[in-house]
């Protein structure tokens, strides 16, 4: 499956849904920083399959909120995105200065990133 063709839109937009079930099962088993990470990894997924059904490429970037506009979000979802943002550096580099990553913080995250899977999930029909 080529990554430009829808196809690979189906195939990216899979593995988003895959990486919230993911996000939820290390939440459930205490796992914030890993539930955080992979529900930013689900909305980067699911905004660069919306990116490849409408332009047959993806923007090569970990910028929710610039993938978020690039697909012409609402401004709702960009303000998801961004809400999103932050954990990427927050839950891998934990010597950065980036959000502490606590399980309110991973629950708000993947709240957040499953309203904007869904936003994506409606745009793909």
Known sequence: MASGSPAGAIEWFRLARRHLRISKGNLEIGYADA??????QAVEFALKALQIQRTGRFTKTHDLSQLAKSVSAPPRVVKLAALVAPVYVGARYPDVGGPRINRSRAEVTLDAAR?????????LV
């Open 35 to 40: 539930a955080a990470f992979y529900a930013q």
């Open 115 to 123: 309203r904007i899977v869904r936003w994506v999930r409606r745009q």
